[in-house]
């Protein structure tokens, strides 16, 4: 079935560059997500980048999308102690109702 | 502006005790789902509904059943409570099901003892 893969754990200084990554298997994705969690909360949509683009910019935030690899990453720039949060990435495809969710990664910004 | 909201945001269950987590949305949207969120594995969806009247299996809806009461709500029932559903749950809802924000509840943290 479809898979969606990131990694754990992110550990960052106030000010650095965050990268999070993450894979995926549905060579029919059409929209690829990120969403944010912040502790105690809901998910809240960061942004999203449709399959047939390859980056997206809004603020501080820099999506990269490279299809043929199946691999997508969340730039922040300048990240700040309030960017600390659970960071998931998610796909959707016209023939599955629902979003497929990856692992989340954890981002600890250290001040 | 409410968006979704669920209730309890916390229970604590015995073993084989029943209940029903409540989802309602006032957002219009037609999709609505439950998802549950365990450390390490993401969320996996249990049940959802495309529509109003309609309910469709997610990936892990086992010990889990849904009712669509109407366009704005949509359940989530425990029969028999075990352990292994001891998890943060969490409701959504979009336009439609695909190429659309899904937005989040607050979620309900369950604890089966």
């Known amino acids: 079935g479809e898979d969606v893969e990131q990694s754990l754990f992110l550990s960052v200084r106030e000010g650095d560059s965050s990268v999070i990554n993450c894979t995926y298997t549905?060579?029919?994705?059409?929209?690829l997500y990120w969403y944010k969690q912040e502790p105690g909360a809901g998910l809240q949509l960061l942004t999203y980048i449709f399959s047939n683009m390859d980056m997206k910019q809004d603020q501080r935030l820099t999506v990269l999308l490279n299809k043929k690899d199946k691999h997508l990453s969340l730039r922040i720039a300048d990240t700040q102690t309030g960017d600390s949060a659970i960071y998931f990435c998610a796909e959707s495809s016209a023939g599955r109702r629902a979003l497929t969710f990856g692992s989340g990664t954890r981002l600890q910004v250290q001040p | 502006n409410a968006g979704v909201t669920q209730t309890p945001k916390f229970q604590v269950l015995k073993t084989g005790q029943s209940m029903t987590l409540q989802c309602a949305q006032d957002?219009?949207?037609?999709?609505m789902y439950w998802y549950r969120q365990d450390p390490g594995m993401g969320l996996r969806l249990i049940y959802y509904?495309?529509?109003?009247?309609?309910?469709d299996k997610g990936e892990v809806p086992n010990g889990y059943n849904v009712s669509r009461l109407n366009k704005r709500e949509f359940s989530l029932r425990l029969e028999s409570a075990a352990p292994s559903q001891t998890s943060v749950y969490f409701c959504?809802?979009?336009?439609?099901?695909?190429?659309?924000?899904?937005?989040f509840g607050q979620g309900t943290r369950l604890t089966v003892v």
């Open positions: 509904s495309a529509s109003e009247g309609t309910t």
């Open positions: 549905d060579s029919s994705s059409t929209y």
């Open positions: 957002m219009n949207h037609n999709s």
């Open positions: 959504a809802s979009s336009e439609t099901g695909t190429g659309w924000e899904a937005f």
